[in-house]
C-alpha cells in the first residue's frame, strides 16, 4: 500500500534553530500534500496545503514566514519552522493523498516530535 | 464551514466491555467524506474507514462497526470486546468533495483497563 515517510521523527534543538522537516511518498505520485500540527492532548490542525511546482497554500493564522513550505518534486514536500522557539514544539505531521479528490484516503507520516530548548 | 464534534473528551472501560465513539459532523456539502483513525501513544495515525455521504451502509470488520446517520449528521464508531490494544486517541474526521485536506474532531481517548 501507499506509505509516506516524514523524517526525522524526533528533534530536540536550541531556540533559535532552523528546522526542516521531510515528508516523502515513497510509492506513489503526490501533487498535493498537506501539513498539521498537533499540540498535546490536542486534535490535529491543517497548517497548509503543499502544492507541487506553486506557493503553499497556508490555513487561516499560520505565518508563511515561519513555516516555509517547499514542495519541489510529485514525491517530496519540506517544512521548515524558521528561527524555533519553544511555542512551536509540537508534534508535526505529514500527508499525501492518491489523487484530488476528498474520497482519496489520505495516508499520514509517522510525524515529527520537534521540542525546543 | 465544516466541523467535527466528539464531544467525549475521553472513556475508560474494562476489557471484554463494547464501547461507542460518538461523532456529529456539519458540512453545507452535499458530497463529504467521513473517516475514522486511530492515534496509538506512539503517535502515527491509523486509517480505519472512509465513508461517502451516499453510503449510509453500515459497515463491520472484525471487532469494529460504524453506524452513519445522515440525518442526525452521525458517524459514531463502537468497538465490540474491548481489547488493552484498543486503547488509544480515535480521531473522526470530515473531507469536502474536492481536495484532500481533513477537518479533524478534537479527539476521545479510549482507556481500556484489563
Known amino acids: 500500500g501507499a506509505v509516506v515517510s516524514q523524517h526525522p521523527s524526533r528533534v530536540i534543538c536550541k531556540s533559535g534553530t532552523s528546522v526542516k522537516i521531510e515528508c516523502r511518498s515513497l510509492?506513489?505520485?503526490?501533487?498535493?500534500m498537506f501539513w498539521y500540527r498537533q499540540f498535546p492532548k490536542k486534535s490535529l490542525m491543517l497548517m497548509a496545503t503543499?502544492?507541487?511546482?506553486?506557493?503553499?497554500?497556508?490555513e487561516q493564522g499560520v505565518e508563511k514566514d515561519k513555516f516555509l513550505i517547499n514542495h519541489a518534486s510529485l514525491t517530496l514536500s519540506t517544512l521548515t519552522v524558521t528561527s524555533a522557539h519553544p511555542e512551536d514544539s509540537s508534534f508535526y505531521i505529514c500527508?499525501?493523498?492518491?489523487?484530488?479528490?476528498?474520497?482519496?484516503?489520505?495516508?499520514f507520516g509517522d510525524g515529527t516530535r520537534l521540542s525546543i530548548l | 464551514a465544516q466541523k467535527v464534534t466528539q464531544a467525549q473528551t475521553e472513556i475508560s472501560v474494562v476489557e471484554k466491555e463494547d464501547v461507542t465513539l460518538d461523532c456529529v459532523y456539519e458540512?453545507?456539502?452535499?458530497?463529504?467524506?467521513l473517516f475514522w483513525y486511530k492515534q496509538p501513544p506512539s503517535g502515527e495515525l491509523v486509517f480505519l474507514i472512509r465513508?461517502?455521504?451516499?453510503?449510509?451502509q453500515n459497515e463491520i470488520s472484525g471487532r469494529y462497526s460504524w453506524n452513519f446517520q445522515k440525518s442526525t449528521s452521525s458517524f459514531n464508531f463502537t468497538i465490540t470486546a474491548s481489547q488493552v490494544v484498543d486503547s488509544a486517541v480515535y480521531f473522526c474526521a470530515l473531507s469536502e468533495e474536492y481536495g484532500n485536506k481533513l477537518v479533524f474532531g478534537a479527539g476521545t481517548i479510549l482507556r481500556v483497563k484489563s
Open positions: 503543499s502544492n507541487e511546482g506553486s506557493k503553499a497554500t497556508y
Open positions: 458540512t453545507r456539502d452535499t458530497t463529504y467524506y
Open positions: 500527508s499525501a493523498g492518491l489523487g484530488v479528490g476528498g474520497n482519496q484516503p489520505q495516508h
Open positions: 510509492d506513489f505520485q503526490a501533487t498535493t
Open positions: 465513508r461517502n455521504s451516499f453510503d449510509e
